[in-house]
């Protein structure tokens, strides 16, 4: 509920401190600070890089090893003669980061026996079944053939949901027996219990680092690791075994054991945790809250927020690794709440709603990449003319209430008049969101036992370099325009989308976009008709341009595929989509993804690979994609294509025919396409209800697809008049706003949750 007038100017300090405090220590109990927490590590270890001791040096297994000595797994005896010519050039250890816990060929595996027995010097991996935050039980040693002359070691690890570790134990029970990490046993620390942190402000460029192929074919230097401890591993996506380094990125997860030793090198890392800065900073807020003056009380904070964030990078300096978030929400949120209360005083917030108001909008200085979106409530003046003044408060709760769904943390600014402005990130493709808030609006309004009706329009300013009240007035403009042109929305825009300049630079700056990942994948869901659930989803591609606005996806594709260059595009999406698929499947939920093909693309002879390649890196089984053929005119006895198409099918890859009925959909073209699925082109679909031609043209196809062996996903089902006449016709699959809009993966998640739990229930 919104406040009236600011009667809070003297809500006591010491319950709004100790409030603070509650649910600072709560969120962080639940792990909700823990992603800032990393983020703020990553940016120190950037303020004080540093070099390795380079006395562990990397025997690297990386694609160029592969490409050199073949395919992976290597024969085992190629591992027996890296341990020989290490042996050979006087190393101190050789550890191995990769396991030997199964049997290949005799030969190999004795030839890799002999070689450790030989060397006397070799440290075998005992892994950990790692998981999210916490090291499980050990699995198997290595085979005894290989262990009994060798040392044992763990490479077990904890890692968080960004696959980032940032812990390593110093050592793990192994079946009763006590096994050092490979990071202890490197850096020389004796067994003993617990964990420690990882400094990841060494630089990995700063590892010596030999290839496998060389060591293999002795072309190295023996004098490069002469009494020095080397580590095996492999850092190659086609093995896998990767994780994300903070800083750096994803990388082979040997380089932790080697961030693990150097940091025990160093010194003995100390983890203190989130109680002692959260205790200075109680203090300190403490102190600072009762500040009369505003000016003193902004100094203590700022003063204390810098030592937050400066502190513990001379902490970590000396391996003192220390949790600030908790400590800077605690300051920050105190120190916020107390500038509103001031802001109140200064004439910046709405005296009736208690909202900011446009001059606190106006007085903003970091929202120059954002942007602004106006409502006008056309008939405000006109609706408080007809109420009592005690009712206002009642139309400015319900406008309010409606402009923050699907975004109930959003700051609105009211301005007089039925002006409501707020900030929105110009890269998201908001414009569903805003004709979404427009149908809200259709729904009279019920103040003091009345329905009224409101008047709305919205205007768009996208992020530019002018000042803020240029941009506002020109977002006041748009709305104004918006309602004299019938429209539900309008963005301020100087250069049209015509503009030659605009369409001359267009794929240009689409190539940046995908180079930057700026452009964004909706996935709008697929519900299986008979069971009532959902299936899958069609991956869309939504590009929002930083002066332009929402570009229509119709005018992008469109022109990369008039010019060649909608190869980059495809791939940028099937990465994201069939990435997103995975992870769903992975949950448990069978789970199909569609993403649109364009014609052009079948003539592509390595797009096949790709494909595959895209699937095995992600564990997709091929039978959940769907690639969903576009242009259907550029088919036409095409022999290149058709052959395309078939290696896809052999892949066990789906092909769907879409927008039948708008092409060349006759029997003899179905015949031709080794199609699973047809897709009903929407424009029959959404006149099913009023057009018989067009219910006779759904129906119809069904049938013949159904004899034909295809299954039929009806586009464009907006209405649930649609949806019960598919459901009397036997179509299999219905897509449309009935189902669902196209949304984001976060949202597409949720909604696949709810559907999940609502079948179950």
Not at 95 to 116: G, K, Q, V
Not at 131 to 152: E, H, I
Not at 601 to 611: A, I, P
Not at 714 to 743: S, T, Y
């Amino acid at each position: 509920m919104l406040k009236r007038g600011t009667r809070d100017r003297e809500m006591p300090t010491v319950r709004l401190v100790m409030w603070t405090a509650i649910v600072v220590v709560l969120l962080t109990l639940m792990g909700a600070t823990q992603p800032f927490e990393d983020q703020l590590r990553m940016l120190r270890n950037y303020v004080h890089p540093h070099k390795t001791s380079g006395d562990i040096v990397l025997v690297n297994i990386d694609d160029r090893a592969l490409h050199a000595i073949g395919r992976w797994p290597w024969p085992r005896r190629y591992h027996a003669q890296i341990i020989d010519r290490l042996t050979a050039a006087g190393v101190k250890q050789v550890y191995s980061d990769i396991t030997f816990e199964t049997r290949s060929t005799p030969a190999d595996d004795d030839a890799l026996a002999d070689a450790i027995e030989r060397s006397g010097r070799v440290t075998l991996p005992v892994r950990g079944r790692s998981g999210p935050y916490a090291v499980g039980q050990q699995s198997r040693a290595p085979l005894p053939m290989f262990g009994r002359n060798a040392n044992l070691g763990s490479i077990a690890i904890a890692y968080n949901f960004q696959n980032a570790v940032w812990h390593l134990p110093y050592s793990v029970d192994a079946d009763g027996r006590r096994l050092p990490s490979f990071a202890a046993s490197m850096a020389g620390v004796p067994v003993r219990d617990g964990q420690f942190p990882i400094d990841y402000s060494f630089e990995l460029t700063s590892v010596p680092v030999l290839n496998a192929a060389n060591v293999i074919e002795g072309t190295f230097d023996p004098k490069t690791i002469a009494g020095k401890n080397v580590i095996i591993g492999a850092n190659s996506e086609t093995i896998g075994d990767q994780y994300f380094i903070p800083g750096v990125g994803k990388i082979g997860g040997v380089y932790i054991q080697i961030m693990g030793a150097e940091t025990l090198k160093a010194g003995t890392p100390a983890d203190v945790g989130w109680v002692p800065a959260l205790l200075v900073s109680l203090g300190l807020v403490a102190f600072g809250a009762f500040r009369q003056r505003q000016a003193n009380r902004n100094l203590l904070f700022a003063g204390g927020l810098a030592v937050l964030v400066a502190g513990p990078i001379l902490l970590e300096m000396r391996l003192i690794f220390v949790d600030v978030v908790p400590a800077i929400a605690m300051v920050t949120t105190v120190w916020a709440v107390l500038g509103w209360r001031n802001m109140k005083k200064r004439g910046l917030v709405n005296p009736v709603s208690g909202l900011p108001n446009l001059n606190a909008l106006r007085a903003r200085r970091s929202a120059r990449d954002q942007a602004i979106i106006a409502c006008r409530v056309l008939n405000y003046e006109e609706v408080l003319a007809s109420l009592s003044p005690e009712s206002e408060m009642q139309l400015v709760e319900q406008i309010v209430a409606r402009l923050k769904v699907g975004s109930s943390g959003r700051v609105l600014y009211q301005g007089d008049g039925g002006i409501f402005v707020w900030f929105e990130d110009a890269r998201l493709p908001f414009s569903h969101h805003i004709d979404a808030l427009y149908s809200l609006f259709r729904k009279p309004a019920r103040i003091a036992g009345l329905a009224i009706d409101l008047a709305v329009s919205f205007g768009v300013e996208i992020g530019s370099s002018r000042s803020l009240h240029n941009r506002l007035a020109s977002s006041l403009v748009a709305a104004e325009e918006a309602a004299h042109e019938g429209l539900r929305w309008k963005y301020h825009d100087p250069d049209t989308l015509q503009d030659a300049s605009w369409r001359l630079s267009m794929l240009s700056e689409l190539d940046a976009a995908i180079d930057r990942g700026d452009v964004g994948v909706a996935y709008q869901p697929k519900l299986d008709i008979a069971t009532r659930r959902i299936i899958g989803a069609e991956a869309l591609a939504r590009w929002t341009h930083p002066v332009k606005g929402p570009i229509g996806a119709s005018e992008f594709v469109a022109a990369a595929e008039q010019h060649d260059r909608i190869g980059k595009l495809t791939d940028y999406v099937l990465e994201k989509a069939i990435a997103a698929a995975a992870a769903i499947n992975k949950r448990g939920q069978d789970f199909d993804i569609a993403v649109n093909l364009s014609a052009r693309l079948l003539t592509d002879k390595g797009f096949t690979l790709r494909v595959a390649a895209l699937l095995a890196r992600h564990g997709l089984e091929p039978r959940r994609l769907t690639l969903e053929l576009t242009e259907t005119a550029a088919l036409a006895d095409n022999g290149e294509s058709l052959e395309m198409i078939t290696r896809l099918r052999e892949l066990d890859i789906r092909i769907s025919i879409d927008d039948y009925g708008t092409g060349l959909s006759t029997l003899d073209y179905l015949k031709k396409i080794p199609a699973n699925e047809i897709k009903i082109d929407q424009s029959f679909v959404k006149g099913m209800v009023d057009n018989r031609s067009d219910r006779l043209m759904v129906q119809s196809t069904i049938g013949l697809a159904h004899s034909l062996g295809r299954k039929v996903v009806a586009e464009g089902v907006e209405q649930r008049e649609i949806l019960d006449l598919l459901v009397e016709m036997g179509c299999d699959v219905a897509q449309g706003f009935a189902i669902g809009r196209p949304m984001s993966l976060d949202s597409l998640n949720k909604r696949i949750t709810a559907d999940r739990k609502r079948n179950v229930a």
